[in-house]
């Protein structure tokens, strides 16, 4: 039996009583269990496991995964689950990290920066914290777009700028570099794009940068999904 404190990122269900959950877990990363007869009325472990909850559990490993025996809820984010639009941010989250973890590989990186912004989630603007988290997440991973440079001619941006984006070279391509089938991204959304590389530090107290990132967000989060997207074809 193992011990392990993690976040439920899935759940699928498996037959009429058995649910496979998916845990994104500190210690052994994201591991792929099985808990039997958890449908069924008397099951205790059931009400246990709704996220979002930080969940306490021990296993039994099996095959490619394990059998979940035993969880206990050690912290449950109720602003988180009684927010819709928290709840969306958070669950948005649960499915970035199962597309971008391997299974049974500990990442210390993106486990404490999922586990700072679900706090954060808690108490800031879950807009915000959405922008911050995607941008730190990108970060991580190593493929954030380069926004301080023309990726084909390496001059530097003005203030500003419009710019088009091209996934392909990993960043922004100045106007002058423009081809024919250019995908020209607005001015602000260029300009928060560049204050997130920049320095996130003080953002949260920055009301320009505010202000400017929920009239953008829609469109933000579209763009970065899209990016996400473009990249899961070569992870």
């Not at 021990?58 to 979940?68: D, H, Q, T």
């Not at 106007?175 to 996130?200: P, V, W, Y």
Request: a positive charge; one cysteine or more; proline letters at 2%.
């Amino acid at each position: 039996m193992l011990r392990a404190t993690g976040f439920v990122l899935k759940k699928t269900t498996i037959g009429d009583f058995d649910v496979g959950y998916c845990f994104f877990t500190k210690k052994y990363g994201k591991i792929n269990l099985t808990a039997r007869s958890v449908k069924k009325p008397l099951s205790k472990l059931a009400g246990q496991l709704e996220p979002p909850s930080l969940v306490n559990f021990i296993f039994s490993p099996a095959g490619n995964g394990g059998i979940l025996t035993t969880a206990l809820a050690k912290k449950s984010f109720l602003k988180i689950r009684r927010d819709f639009d928290k709840l969306n941010v958070y669950l948005e989250w649960c499915s970035m990290i199962y597309d971008f973890t391997f299974e049974k590989q500990k990442d210390d990186k993106i486990w404490h920066l999922f586990k700072s912004h679900v706090q954060m989630l808690c108490q800031k603007n879950s807009f915000i914290t959405n922008i911050l988290f995607f941008n730190a997440f990108l970060n991580t991973l190593g493929f954030n777009l380069i926004s301080d440079r023309c990726v084909n001619c390496q001059k530097l941006f003005a203030t500003k700028t419009s710019v088009s984006y091209d996934f392909a070279r990993g960043g922004f391509v100045c106007n002058e570099c423009l081809g024919k089938k250019s995908n020209i991204i607005s001015r602000e959304l260029f300009e928060i794009i560049q204050m997130l590389h920049a320095d996130t530090k003080d953002l949260l107290g920055d009301e320009y940068f505010i202000s400017i990132a929920l009239k953008n967000y829609s469109s933000l989060i579209i763009f970065w999904q899209r990016y996400l997207k473009y990249i899961k074809n070569f992870y």
